[in-house]
């Protein structure tokens, strides 16, 4: 059976509409933070088994980017909701 997201504003569409745009929970360093904490943010990833939140981005839709609630080890996506929701709740 094909994977499927909930796209807040599409409904349900296969995976293969969406492209994984990365770590959703990274925060950006300020300008004027360490050239360490710029590299950590930009190159050092951890690689976690269970749930994460990542950005994906619905390329076959809507185009809106999403914030993905999924599993990595079993691939079971647990939310989506709409990224600029997130933002807004986040002070972004």
């Known amino acids: 059976m094909a994977s499927l997201i909930t796209c807040p504003h599409c409904g349900v569409r296969p995976k293969e509409e969406f492209s994984i745009r990365g770590d959703a929970s990274l925060v950006r360093p300020a300008p004027t933070a360490s ?3 710029w590299h950590y943010y930009v190159y050092v990833r951890a690689n ?4 994460t939140h990542e950005h994906w981005q619905h390329v076959a839709g809507c185009r809106r980017f999403l914030v993905v609630e999924r599993d990595t080890y079993t691939h ?8 600029a929701v997130v933002a807004r709740e986040n002070g972004r």
């Open 35 to 37: 050239d360490e904490a």
């Open 48 to 51: 976690p088994r269970g749930r």
């Open 76 to 83: 079971e996506v647990h939310s989506v909701t709409d990224g």
